[in-house]
């Protein structure tokens, strides 16, 4: 059975910096891509960032260009998501999702529980 | 960036009815690359349709989607209690950003 368990989230202040992480067990997780997707509370679905199954092609949403950086290693089946110059408006709940191929096309299947993380002073 | 719009916001039915969803792009999604996602409170979306039209693993049949360009539909032909939820669609591709809709509620009347 794929599982994807996230962690790493919590209450941070605006401006300050996070580190997620996305453990994968249940199926070979260097032939696939990953993502992080996010939810706003109350709110619906926002790509975040992917990354292909060899790190070769990684992408962004602009609304995080430039301050998230996304990472994975292989050899410890994980996911990373490194967030910087965090505002009040990361504030969701961030998923982790297995992409259906290698290369980063977006078909997330499937998706973790999520880790919250909450920016506020 | 393609923008999609899912209509209605709210859909109040009774179980049994024929539920119909539409999501329309702001431009062609090619390859028909078009997926549709369950997402009940508490929990994370599941995948249920791909490539428009396509059931993803161990959904049941009574789930359909269709279309093509920029006009998409998930059709429930008789919901069932397990059914009421928020679904989305989203397009995916080669290249990013990948978007998703806003929603669409599916709720007991």
């Known amino acids: 059975e794929v599982q994807l368990v996230e962690s790493g989230g919590g209450l941070v202040q605006p401006g300050r910096s996070l580190r997620l992480s996305c453990a994968a067990s249940g199926f070979t997780f260097d032939d696939y891509a990953m993502h992080w997707v996010r939810q706003a509370p109350g709110k619906g679905l926002e790509w975040v960032s992917g990354?292909?199954?060899?790190?070769?092609?990684?992408g962004y949403a602009d609304s995080v260009k430039g301050r998230f950086t996304i990472s994975r290693d292989n050899a410890k089946n994980s996911l990373y998501l490194q967030m910087n110059s965090l505002r009040a408006e990361d504030t969701a709940l961030y998923y982790c999702?297995?992409?259906?191929?290698?290369?980063?096309?977006?078909?997330?299947?499937?998706w973790g529980q999520g880790t919250l993380v909450t920016v506020s002073s | 960036e393609i923008v999609l719009t899912q209509s209605p916001g709210t859909l109040s039915l009774s179980p049994g009815e024929r539920a119909t969803l539409s999501c329309r792009a702001s431009q062609s999604v090619s390859s028909s690359y078009l997926a549709w996602y369950q997402q009940k409170p508490g929990q994370a979306p599941r995948l249920l349709i791909y490539?428009?039209?396509s059931r993803a693993t161990g959904i049941p049949d009574r789930f359909s989607g269709s279309g093509s360009g920029t006009d998409f539909t998930l059709t429930i032909s008789r919901l069932e209690p397990e059914d009421f939820a928020v679904y989305y669609c989203q397009q995916y591709g080669s290249s990013p950003p990948w978007s998703f809709g806003q929603g669409t509620k599916v709720e007991i009347k």
């Open positions: 490539g428009a039209s």
């Open positions: 999702a297995k992409d259906s191929f290698s290369i980063a096309v977006a078909q997330f299947d499937p």
């Open positions: 990354i292909s199954w060899n790190s070769g092609s990684i």
